[in-house]
């Protein structure tokens, strides 16, 4: 049963990017690369629909479609919620954010998409189990534990990717964060010995300091990202932004990031 459970698992994950992606096509008329993981699955549609499926299909099973639906839009709203928090104070990131859309709760969830995916809710009770679990249940045992690895090996390697690109991009944020902080101490002490007690000298440094700060952000910034590959580069594109102490220098650098990811991709189907 494991193993048709994390089959299970994976097919819904890249049912729920595919519902994800055709819904923003829809709501936007954009194509966007949804998820967190690099490869074209969302975990929470596979976590939610294997947990709904397994504590809830008994239930369910004796239930009219409006309360199926009601059950549906709950449960997703709490679990989204819930996922979007912890990563949020796990990796200090966000990869959704409702903040723009009507009745939505801190950005994490909100009323359209909660019934968005109360009515996935009934196409997953209704329509893709009653023909996807008769399948994996009589899929040969041997047959079902090697897709089963097949598809973890894959899935471990997958979300090593993204874990790495993220940690390595916050590292080298912090690094160069940390070096800037040194140079302009240094430089804020030398113009301050220079200027004390002449007012147009001071204000002129005051610029100085300015220009130079920026100057030495767009510079470390080039640097930090400069050795991204565009494998981690496309894993940190899905990032909608960071919190935290140095989220403004890490959305800063997310942007950048973005930049060069959209050249390259029109560099290519040029």
Same mark, same amino acid.
């Given at each position: 049963?494991?193993?048709?459970?994390?089959?299970?698992?994976?097919?819904?994950?890249?049912?729920?990017?595919?519902?994800?992606?055709?819904?923003?096509?829809?709501?936007?008329?954009?194509?966007?690369?949804?998820?967190?993981?690099?490869?074209?699955?969302?975990?929470?549609?596979?976590?939610?629909?294997?947990?709904?499926?397994?504590?809830?299909?008994?239930?369910?099973?004796?239930?009219?479609?409006?309360?199926?639906?009601?059950?549906?839009?709950?449960?997703?709203?709490?679990?989204?919620?819930?996922?979007?928090?912890?990563?949020?104070?796990?990796?200090?990131?966000?990869?959704?954010?409702?903040?723009?859309?009507?009745?939505?709760?801190?950005?994490?969830?909100?009323?359209?998409?909660?019934?968005?995916?109360?009515?996935?809710?009934?196409?997953?009770?209704?329509? !893709?189990?009653?023909?996807?679990?008769?399948?994996?249940?009589? %899929? +040969?045992?041997? @047959?079902?534990? /090697?897709?089963?690895? $097949?598809?973890?090996?894959?899935?471990?390697?997958?979300?090593?990717?993204?874990?790495?690109?993220?940690?390595?991009?916050?590292?080298?944020?912090?690094?160069?964060?940390?070096?800037?902080?040194?140079?302009?101490?240094?430089?804020?002490?030398?113009?301050?010995?220079?200027?004390?007690?002449?007012?147009?000298?001071?204000?002129?440094?005051?610029?100085?300091?300015?220009?130079?700060?920026?100057?030495?952000?767009?510079?470390?910034?080039?640097?930090?990202?400069?050795?991204?590959?565009?494998?981690?580069?496309?894993?940190?594109?899905? !990032?909608?932004?960071?919190?935290?102490?140095?989220?403004?220098? %890490? +959305?800063?650098? @997310?942007?950048? /990031?973005?930049?060069? $990811?959209?050249?390259?991709?029109?560099?290519?189907?040029?």
């Amino acid at each position: 049963m494991i193993s048709r459970y994390i089959l299970y698992f994976i097919i819904l994950s890249f049912v729920g990017y595919i519902y994800e992606c055709t819904a923003m096509v829809i709501w936007t008329g954009q194509w966007d690369n949804r998820g967190f993981l690099f490869g074209p699955v969302i975990p929470i549609y596979g976590a939610g629909a294997l947990a709904g499926t397994i504590l809830f299909q008994d239930l369910i099973d004796g239930e009219t479609v409006l309360q199926v639906f009601l059950i549906s839009m709950a449960a997703s709203a709490v679990l989204e919620y819930t996922v979007h928090y912890a990563m949020e104070k796990l990796f200090h990131a966000y990869w959704w954010d409702y903040s723009k859309s009507p009745l939505n709760l801190n950005g994490r969830i909100c009323l359209p998409a909660s019934i968005g995916f109360g009515i996935a809710g009934l196409i997953i009770i209704y329509v !893709i189990n009653p023909v996807l679990l008769p399948f994996l249940n009589g %899929l +040969n045992d041997t @047959l079902a534990d /090697v897709l089963s690895l $097949i598809c973890t090996v894959i899935f471990t390697a997958d979300l090593t990717i993204t874990v790495s690109a993220l940690s390595s991009f916050s590292e080298r944020v912090e690094a160069m964060d940390s070096f800037i902080n040194e140079q302009m101490d240094a430089l804020v002490g030398s113009i301050t010995d220079e200027s004390k007690g002449i007012g147009k000298r001071f204000y002129s440094a005051v610029d100085k300091v300015e220009e130079t700060r920026k100057r030495l952000i767009s510079d470390r910034i080039e640097r930090a990202i400069g050795p991204i590959s565009s494998l981690h580069g496309l894993s940190l594109s899905k !990032i909608k932004g960071f919190t935290g102490r140095n989220a403004a220098r %890490l +959305n800063y650098a @997310l942007g950048r /990031v973005k930049d060069r $990811i959209r050249r390259i991709g029109k560099q290519n189907e040029r």
